[in-house]
């Protein structure tokens, strides 16, 4: 009976070793990946993983974060109006008038103040890393906003 | 057949047995029928299912292939642990990236 048994438990053991290596590897590289999203709806648990922060850093890139969340509202809500200004003028009239033109230049000056605004806040959160990440910071907050060409029209 | 064991108690039903003559006549051609479903049976093919218990009883019973079993199986979870892994964890980061980057650009920001 225990030699007929034999195959079957080998059987069994096949499976489960693939199964405990398939969850053991899977938890180990996600590990990473869910140490990111760590109660965070900021993406700040991000910017401490792929930069590696010490918890001090971190703390500090959380103050400049706060600091900086209102002024990034208040530009959203202008960002808003200007584009519905925008999006009414264009759909009362066939030619750039004026008042259209006007209304695109704020547009840019506006477009100009928050990536100013954004750049400053940059730098800041950049400075507070050690130098090689903070320059890799910089590039890839470059690369993810300023070198974009956001839709505008479309917010 | 069995021998009588000497140290048993005699069994009252065994003299009448051994008395017992079957007088019916067997049907015609009894015996070429059994043959017949004897060779029928033989040469019906086997269920997959039981083939399949067959082979890996008679496979797995060797011990150099039972290893080679369980070591391939292993590797092929962590072979799968480790891509599905690397991939949900590629998912994970880039829409981690995102939050933060919807979070500091005004003009990638959701509707708050």
């Not at chain 1, 600091?67 to 584009?83: F, L, S, T």
């Not at chain 1, 009414?88 to 006007?102: D, H, K, M, N």
């Not at chain 1, 209304?103 to 990536?115: S, V």
Request: glycine letters at 6%; one cysteine or more; aromatic letters at 8%.
């Amino acid at each position: 009976m225990e030699g007929m048994k034999r195959p079957w438990l080998i059987l069994l053991a096949g499976l489960l070793a693939a199964v405990a290596g398939y969850a053991g590897f899977y938890l180990a590289t996600t590990a990473r990946g869910a140490a990111m999203r760590h109660g965070d709806a900021t993406g700040l648990g991000w910017v401490k993983t792929e930069f590696g922060l010490s918890d001090a850093e971190f703390t500090r890139v959380c103050q400049l974060h706060a600091a900086y969340a209102p002024q990034c509202r208040e530009m959203c809500r202008r960002i808003d109006r200007k584009n519905d200004e925008i999006q009414r003028l264009l759909g009362q009239s066939i030619r750039v008038t004026p008042a259209i033109e006007q209304a695109l230049q704020e547009a840019a000056r506006l477009r100009l103040e928050c990536q100013t605004m954004m750049l400053k806040y940059f730098f800041e959160v950049s400075q507070t890393m050690p130098p090689d990440q903070g320059k890799r910071y910089l590039a890839e907050m470059e690369a993810q906003t300023l070198m974009t060409m956001p839709h505008t029209l479309t917010r | 057949m069995k021998t009588p064991d000497p140290a048993e108690p005699a069994d009252p039903l065994r003299p009448i047995l051994q008395r017992w003559e079957v007088r019916s006549a067997l049907p015609a051609r009894f015996e070429t029928r059994v043959w017949q479903r004897i060779r029928a049976a033989e040469a019906e093919p086997m269920p997959f299912y039981m083939a399949l218990a067959t082979w890996i009883e008679q496979t797995l019973r060797r011990p150099a292939l039972a290893v080679a079993y369980v070591a391939i199986l292993l590797a092929l979870g962590l072979t799968l642990g480790d891509w599905q892994g690397h991939r949900q964890s590629a998912r994970a980061e880039s829409a981690a990236r995102q939050l933060y980057v919807q979070a500091v650009d005004p003009y990638q920001a959701v509707l708050r």
